[in-house]
């Protein structure tokens, strides 16, 4: 007997329903949809772009090598988003003073003022996406994940 899941289209999805990372990357896709249809389409920035943006503030002087460790993401990826960054006048490198063959990453004053805004229309899309939630329901959902990924550095 196959298994059906309604909520995907009616189709037949064998032992994916029951799979916990079926469910996860179904939950990012809604979750990017819904950012790209509200803080996308406000501020036209992706939720990478937007969780570098953050990282840079909150971390002067941090180098590109370590924000693409802290990112997971390899660093020819972070040189094209830095690239893209500076293109639009929102982030600046310069080299570092202690290692001249690394870059130093730091917000403009467009950056932030940008990062402000961007943070309200964050916070927004996420009130919205979750709001069949209660605030608990919210927390305890956050927790579990973390607890899925905290500390997990190997498969």
Same mark, same amino acid.
């Given at each position: 007997?196959?298994?059906?899941?309604? +909520?995907?289209? &009616?189709?037949?999805?064998?032992?994916? #329903?029951? $799979?916990? *990372?079926?469910?996860?990357?179904? /939950?990012?896709?809604?979750?990017?949809?819904?950012?790209? +249809?509200?803080? &996308?389409?406000?501020?036209?920035?992706? #939720?990478? $772009?937007? *969780?570098?943006?953050?990282?840079? /503030?909150?971390?002067?002087?941090?180098?590109?090598?370590?924000?693409?460790?802290?990112?997971?993401?390899?660093?020819?990826?972070?040189?094209?988003?830095?690239?893209?960054?500076? /293109?639009?006048?929102?982030?600046?490198?310069?080299?570092?003073?202690?290692?001249?063959?690394?870059?130093?990453?730091?917000?403009?004053?467009?950056?932030?003022?940008?990062?402000?805004?961007?943070?309200?229309?964050?916070?927004?899309?996420?009130?919205?996406?979750?709001?069949?939630?209660?605030?608990?329901?919210?927390?305890?959902?956050?927790?579990?994940?973390?607890?899925?990924?905290?500390?997990?550095?190997?498969?």
């Amino acid at each position: 007997m196959r298994e059906r899941d309604e +909520a995907g289209g &009616g189709l037949g999805r064998g032992l994916l #329903p029951r $799979l916990l *990372g079926y469910h996860l990357r179904r /939950a990012q896709v809604a979750v990017f949809k819904h950012f790209a +249809a509200s803080v &996308g389409a406000e501020e036209n920035i992706t #939720p990478g $772009l937007f *969780g570098m943006l953050v990282m840079i /503030a909150e971390n002067p002087g941090l180098s590109q090598s370590r924000l693409a460790e802290a990112m997971e993401v390899d660093r020819s990826t972070i040189v094209t988003a830095i690239d893209q960054l500076e /293109a639009r006048d929102l982030a600046v490198r310069g080299r570092s003073p202690t290692d001249r063959r690394s870059y130093c990453l730091a917000l403009t004053d467009n950056g932030r003022r940008a990062l402000r805004r961007m943070r309200e229309a964050v916070l927004r899309h996420e009130e919205e996406f979750a709001a069949h939630l209660s605030p608990s329901e919210r927390e305890e959902l956050i927790r579990l994940v973390v607890k899925l990924y905290a500390g997990r550095d190997r498969p």
